[in-house]
């Protein structure tokens, strides 16, 4: 993208604050994991470097999970807009004695927008350890609710609570399909 998307704007408002004032409704802790904690200054939140750098998302998943005072955290990437309040406590309410929470829509697992605990550290450690750096290649390790796409979709019809952006190509044909939307 050329510049952090957390920072990107969508209808006016930066992305990282969208789903902070989500999370914040929703949460009694929110922790933000990033290597520039000097851009995430202004939140009344946690703010950690990861302990595991260079290992993308997985490392980040790892850092937010160790350092959260819970026995579960939602965990989410900081490019997705549409985060639905709704799927979010559809998905806690699912939590019953699973160390994993993810949905499945039509183009599969949505590991970055899901549910772990504390149980996925070691198996996260073991799988870092292997040259392994997908958040899906720990699932086998633990206890994993797979909510199916049909079971959530009357609560985001349109997928959004998944969309994220990653090139400024994205960036545009969202802001096109949320204006046709209004329309």
Known sequence: ???????LE?????IITRIYHLFKELFQEVIIVT?????????????YNDLMPDKGALGGLYTGIFFSSFQYSFC???????IKKSLV???????????????????GLQPLHAIYSKNCL????????EGKYKIIDMYKMV????????????L??????????????????????????LK
């Open 89 to 107: 406590e559809y998905l806690v309410k699912n939590i019953q004695n699973n160390d994993v929470v993810v949905p499945r829509t039509q183009d």
């Open 35 to 47: 290597n520039q904690m000097e851009f995430f200054k202004n939140f009344d939140s946690k703010i």
């Open 1 to 7: 993208m050329g510049e952090n998307k957390a920072f």
């Open 156 to 181: 985001d019809p349109f997928r959004d609570s998944f969309i994220n952006i990653n090139t400024p190509e994205e960036l545009l044909s969202l802001r096109r399909d949320k204006e046709s939307r």
């Open 76 to 82: 989410v990437a900081c490019d997705m807009p549409f």
């Open 143 to 154: 206890r994993v609710r797979v909510v199916e796409e049909h079971e959530f979709l009357c």
């Open 122 to 129: 070691q198996p996260i450690e073991k799988i870092i350890e």
């Open 10 to 14: 969508i209808e006016g408002t930066p």
